[in-house]
Every structure is written in C-alpha cells, then in structure tokens.
C-alpha cells in the first residue's frame, strides 16, 4: 500500500516558477530522485509517492511551503493503495492508489475544496474529508506568515520554540501567537486521528 499525492498549484500563472520551483523540487528531493518518486508536469502539476503513513503530513507541508509564498496555494488529491504497475516515472505507473489520487483532484476542481482522500474505505473517507473540509477553513486562510510558521514547525518537530524563533529572529512569544493563529493545536489532532486510523485501511 502506497499513497499517491496529485496537486496543482493555485494562482501560479501570477508567480514566476523561481519563486517556487526550486523550494518544492528540494522538499520533494526527501522521498528520492525523480521521476521515479515525483514529477513536475505542465509547469504546475505535480504527482509524488509517499508512505501512506505521512500522506497527510506530507500534503500538509506542502500547502504550508507553498502557502509562505504570499498569493499561492494548492489543490492536492491523496489516494491511498496498491501499485499494480511500475512506470519509467510516476506519472507512468498505475494502481488504485493513482487512479483514486487523480480522480479526487479532478473532483476538487468543481467543488472548490483544496484538499482531499482517497482511501478505498468508505468510512474513513466520509470522515477524514468532513475534517479536512474543517480544516481548510483556517488552512485555506494561512497568511505567508502563518505558513512559514507552519513549514518550519512540521519540518522540526523536535525543535523548541525557542530555537523556531532564533531561527525567524523573532520573540518566543511572537513564535507562540502565530502557532496560535495558524491553528497548529487543530492541525496536530488531525495529524494524530490519521496516524491512528490509517493501518485500517
């Protein structure tokens, strides 16, 4: 069991691809070299392969990476299971989990939701997409500075608050109000259900 992330990038045509470019293939270079792990296609779409376990982690950061550049944000379809066939790169392989990531991301298209799963499970789908849509209503609303917050915070879980705002040059308690503001509290009990509930599916 795999899980397959298909995304692209909201109001992209307005950024030059320096802007982002770079930032995302460094952050996708973490799950090995493409295109056997992810590809960036049509100049803003993209698809990666992840353990099912970080899907959702994984999507996160990088809603919040891209997020931190201010105007941008991202559509993304999760798709959790089996790889059937294995391509010369990962747009060319095939499986339920592939076939489920980019249909949710055709779906979103219509219905306006930045976020969504897949899992072949249909309890699980119900409730894990009803608390995403919750979530996007602050996620959706992250300024470039409440992601950038974010990106560092998922990226360094061990590290303090003290050590965030020596890295931002900013107060501790500065660190705080914007975790506040970003809703980390909410995003990690999200993050904790999924982890609990994803060897059942």
Not at 41 to 49: T, V
Not at 106 to 125: P, Q, R, V
Request: hydrophobic share 40%.
């Amino acid at each position: 069991m795999i899980a397959i992330i298909t995304g692209d990038i909201i109001n992209s045509e307005k950024h030059p691809s320096l802007e982002w470019m770079e930032m995302l293939k460094k952050f996708f270079n973490e799950f090995g070299p493409s295109p056997m792990n992810w590809e960036i296609y049509r100049g803003d779409e993209f698809q990666l392969k992840v353990n099912r376990e970080n899907a959702l982690l994984t999507a996160i950061k990088i809603k919040a990476l891209l997020k931190s550049v201010k105007g941008l944000d991202v559509r993304m379809g999760i798709g959790i299971g089996l790889e059937t066939f294995l391509g010369a790169g990962v747009t060319e392989s095939n499986g339920p989990a592939y076939q489920r990531s980019g249909r949710k991301l055709e779906s979103l298209k219509d219905s306006k939701i930045n976020l969504s799963i897949a899992t072949g499970n249909e309890f699980y789908d119900r409730t894990l997409n009803l608390m995403l849509q919750l979530s996007l209503d602050f996620m959706d609303n992250w300024s470039a500075v409440s992601a950038e917050i974010m990106t560092l915070v998922l990226e360094n879980p061990e590290a303090s608050q003290k050590e965030i705002a020596k890295r931002l040059g900013i107060k501790q308690s500065a660190v705080s109000q914007r975790l506040k503001r970003a809703r980390f509290d909410l995003v990690t009990d999200l993050l904790a259900y999924y982890e609990n509930v994803c060897p059942e599916f």
